[in-house]
T-cell receptor, first 111, second 112 residues
Framework: QKEVEQDPGPLSVPEGAIVSLNCTYSNSAFQYFMWYRQYSRKGPELLMYTYSSGNKEDGRFTAQVDKSSKYISLFIRDSQPSDSATYLCAMSARAGTALIFGKGTTLSVSS | SQTIHQWPATLVQPVGSPLSLECTVEGTSNPNLYWYRQAAGRGLQLLFYSVGIGQISSEVPQNLSASRPQDRQFILSSKKLLLSDSGFYLC???????????FGPGTRLTVL
């Protein structure tokens, strides 16, 4: 079993839709969770950072962590064509250590 | 906030040639630095990380090496490139004891 699983998609939605992106993981020691957005041929950009379980909201983006289920989600409300990108989840067990990344989900939002 | 510079942006090299990719960081001191490779459909593969000058940890045995000659400079090298070294190379940085990693713009390497 891989440490972090992420459905590669592609996921295609119309503009204005609510998007749900998910990752599952196997290591119960993970407690730091991140979501990155990567546009084609660019470096990943940090979107959301959460510690332990719970929700965090930033504008149209909400990150959710359920440690009991080893499941994290990123919700995008009112999706825009500019949200079309690959979304990577990442996590680690200890501060300052290397992150373990999912393979990324490719999202396409059509106008 | 941190700014990470990488160069060159793109590179086409023949098999067997040497490689040197450079990464420099602004806006922080004593960062942890990372080299990743991203191949199509394979996600981000951690190659090397460094917690300080001259301190390098290798995650994957291969024909690549890394060096950190200065606090905010990280270099990825190879003496002889292989076809399998083609990919998108990303440098990342974190402030010590923090987790948020910030990435540079990347170098796209094609080995022919």
């Amino acid at each position: 079993q891989k440490e972090v699983e992420q459905d590669p998609g592609p996921l295609s939605v119309p503009e204005g839709a609510i998007v749900s992106l998910n990752c599952t993981y196997s290591n119960s020691a993970f407690q730091y969770f991140m979501w990155y957005r990567q546009y084609s041929r660019k470096g990943p950009e940090l979107l959301m950072y959460t510690y332990s379980s719970g929700n965090k909201e930033d504008g149209r983006f909400t990150a959710q962590v359920d440690k009991s289920s080893k499941y994290i989600s990123l919700f995008i409300r009112d999706s825009q064509p500019s949200d079309s990108a690959t979304y990577l989840c990442a996590m680690s067990a200890r501060a300052g250590t290397a992150l373990i990344f999912g393979k990324g989900t490719t999202l396409s939002v059509s106008s | 906030s941190q700014t990470i510079h990488q160069w060159p942006a793109t590179l086409v090299q023949p098999v067997g040639s040497p490689l040197s990719l450079e990464c420099t960081v602004e806006g922080t001191s004593n960062p942890n630095l990372y080299w990743y490779r991203q191949a199509a459909g394979r996600g981000l593969q951690l190659l090397f990380y460094s917690v300080g000058i001259g301190q390098i940890s290798s995650e994957v045995p291969q024909n690549l090496s890394a060096s950190r000659p200065q606090d905010r400079q990280f270099i990825l090298s190879s003496k002889k490139l292989l076809l399998s070294d083609s990919g998108f190379y990303l440098c990342a940085s974190t402030r010590n004891s923090y987790n948020e990693q910030f990435f540079g713009p990347g170098t796209r390497l094609t080995v022919l």
